[in-house]
């Protein structure tokens, strides 16, 4: 199965084995093009080796599904657990995230091996009940299912934070990516009103879309495709990196330690920019999004142009109004890992192609449920010191999206796949 095989797209209607069987394959369908070595690289802390996520997307099946709920299973090796556990503190001691690239034991053919283990005693597990399986057992493979997704974008963003820092600029993906026209920016506008924000009907989401409620906008109106490498660009030029008046004091005090100039994964060569894609090394396509941006880059680029990131609850009103059904070439099953130019009015991008920074904190909703044991931990021990990120990313599996779903990371990460939209007032 390849990585950009529309086969792949996983429905939601589908069966819980059916959805299994196709999610845990296209893990495995993403590392395909990997070198032995490239398994094991942790280049920075917040890396992790891609055999990591091989062995924890499977720790959490065996840990929350079958030793639980299967009396007869037996654990693969019960000293997996140090490895593989995250974050949870209520599943015992675990290796450090800095430290996960210390070890080369288990190897990855032992990862593996631990993976064949869990998947056959899943499908059994599966085969035999799964219509008798109560709902909150459902419930909670579908979390396991949802989180191994997550961790498909996540092994593409660390395969490209490894491949996209070695001096080789590897290619990963197996298709070339169009060439791109260029369109103008416009405006879409959203009416002064009370809009509904957050989760509703019984398809899964995260905990933290839930708690929906009512919040009053005044009329705003949003740019109707994703800010290009060509406009960014002119920002650079303007001096944006050397200008504090644009840049808020902690994002200030982080680009100059840092010493950056441009996005990750510029380069420059021969006194041209270069871009790392997961193709390789080439020139920049101005008409292309412009790509891997923290926070603080754009909220200094929204200043720059007199303009500002929308609140996440904007962002959700705008989908409602101007929301396009989401579509291939946006998604992971695209096989470009990388946003495209959007060629028509059409395509407004609110869905796909990278993630939209907002000027929303990640902060619980209303009624946030807060769940006891594992689950509690998945999301709101977070909330804090983090930013939203709305509408999903070309490492984005399809069937893993939502227009409601809060995606959050501090405001200095950028290897992440995202991006700028910007809005402006009518007030």
């Known amino acids: 199965m390849k990585l950009s095989d529309p086969s792949a797209t996983v429905s939601t209607s589908s069966s819980l084995i059916t959805r ?33 996520h091989l062995g924890h997307t499977t720790w959490f099946f065996e840990n929350f599904i079958l030793a639980p ?52 005693h899943m499908q059994a597990f599966l085969d035999s009940r799964e219509a008798q399986l109560p709902e909150e057992l459902k419930y909670m493979i579908s979390v396991g299912l949802q989180h191994e997704q997550q961790h498909q974008e996540l092994l593409l963003m660390d395969i490209k934070y490894i491949l996209g820092n070695n001096p080789l600029f590897p290619a990963f993906a197996e298709k070339k990516m169009p060439e791109s026209g260029n369109r103008p920016v416009n405006y879409l506008p959203v009416s002064e009103g009370i809009y509904e924000i957050g989760h509703q009907g019984t398809d899964f989401c995260w905990d933290n879309e839930l708690g929906r409620h009512k919040v009053y906008l ?5 740019q109707d495709r994703l800010v290009t490498n060509g406009e960014y660009l002119e920002f650079i030029q303007d001096g944006g990196y050397e200008n504090h008046e644009f840049w808020l004091s ?33 020139p920049i396509d101005l008409n292309k999004p412009v790509a891997h941006i923290s926070y603080f880059e754009a909220e200094a680029y929204a200043r720059w142009k007199g303009l500002r990131l929308p609140t996440e609850f904007e962002w959700e009103a705008a989908f409602q109004i101007h929301g396009k059904a989401p579509t291939l070439n946006a998604f992971l099953e695209s096989g470009f890992a990388h946003p495209l130019a959007s060629e028509t009015a059409e395509d407004n991008q609110l869905l796909g192609h990278l993630w939209e920074w ?3 904190a990640y902060l619980p909703y209303p009624n946030f449920p807060r769940f006891k044991g594992a689950l509690g931990e998945y999301n709101g021990k977070f909330m804090v010191n983090q930013m939203i990120l709305r509408g999903g990313s070309a490492a ?22 995202s991006g700028i939209r910007l809005v402006k007032d009518n007030h």
């Not at 394959?25 to 080796?49: G, M, N, R, W």
């Not at 490895?83 to 675990?94: M, T, V």
Request: overall charge positive; aromatic content about 18%; hydrophobic content about 35%.
């Open 20 to 52: 299994f069987n196709l999610i845990r394959k296209q893990t495995l369908a993403i590392c395909k093009p990997l070198h032995p070595e490239d398994y094991v690289v942790q280049p920075i802390d917040f890396v992790s080796p891609p055999k990591w």
């Open 69 to 120: 709920h299967l009396a007869s299973y037996q654990l693969f090796d019960e000293r997996l657990n140090w490895f593989f556990n995250s974050y949870y503190e209520s599943q015992g001691p675990r290796i450090l995230r800095t430290k996960r690239g210390n070890m080369t034991r288990p190897n990855l053919e032992r990862i593996l091996e631990y993976r064949r283990y869990v998947d056959q």
């Open 218 to 222: 005044p009329d705003f109106e949003i």
């Open 250 to 282: 902690e994002g200030w005090e982080w680009l100059k330690t840092l010493e950056l100039k441009v996005p990750l994964y510029w380069y420059p060569r021969a006194d041209k920019w270069y871009e790392y894609t997961m193709a390789g090394i080439g």
């Open 358 to 360: 907002t000027a929303s």
């Open 396 to 417: 984005t599996p399809i069937s893993h999206i939502r227009s409601t779903y809060r995606n959050f990371f501090h405001a200095n990460m950028r290897w992440q796949f």
